[in-house]
């Protein structure tokens, strides 16, 4: 199985980024692992057809800075990894998620 390693920068806020880069990502591939590192960055490990990396990756460009070399595409329907690591460039390393105030 071959192993892709992408790394892309953001220049949305994180919020709007992750669900545009979610909502490209289920078009072509699946989410076997997701972490995030506070509001700086986040890392996808996906499984996706080769034949479809170029068409994933395209799509993308729309909304990421890529910041990785050439990736080689091939036409076959076997499975790939894909390392997907994404910086969010408004990030301040300092995540703090406000939790609602629930009556007593």
């Given at each position: 199985m071959?192993?892709?390693?992408?790394?892309?920068?953001?220049h949305?806020?994180?919020?709007?980024?992750?669900?545009?880069?979610t909502?490209?990502v289920?078009?072509?591939?699946?989410?076997?692992n997701?972490?995030?590192?506070?509001?700086?960055?986040?890392?996808?490990?996906?499984?996706?057809?080769?034949?479809?990396?170029?068409?994933?990756?395209?799509?993308?460009?729309?909304i990421?800075?890529?910041?990785t070399?050439?990736?080689?595409?091939?036409?076959?329907?076997?499975?790939c990894?894909?390392?997907?690591?994404?910086?969010?460039?408004k990030?301040?390393?300092?995540l703090?998620?406000?939790?609602?105030?629930?009556?007593e």
């Amino acid at each position: 199985m071959h192993r892709h390693y992408w790394t892309a920068i953001s220049h949305e806020e994180r919020i709007q980024a992750i669900s545009d880069i979610t909502r490209i990502v289920d078009r072509y591939a699946i989410v076997l692992n997701f972490q995030r590192f506070s509001d700086i960055a986040m890392s996808l490990l996906l499984e996706v057809e080769e034949c479809r990396l170029k068409e994933l990756q395209d799509d993308l460009n729309a909304i990421l800075s890529w910041d990785t070399g050439e990736t080689q595409f091939i036409e076959s329907k076997a499975d790939c990894i894909v390392f997907l690591n994404v910086t969010f460039a408004k990030g301040t390393g300092d995540l703090q998620i406000e939790n609602p105030n629930i009556p007593e």
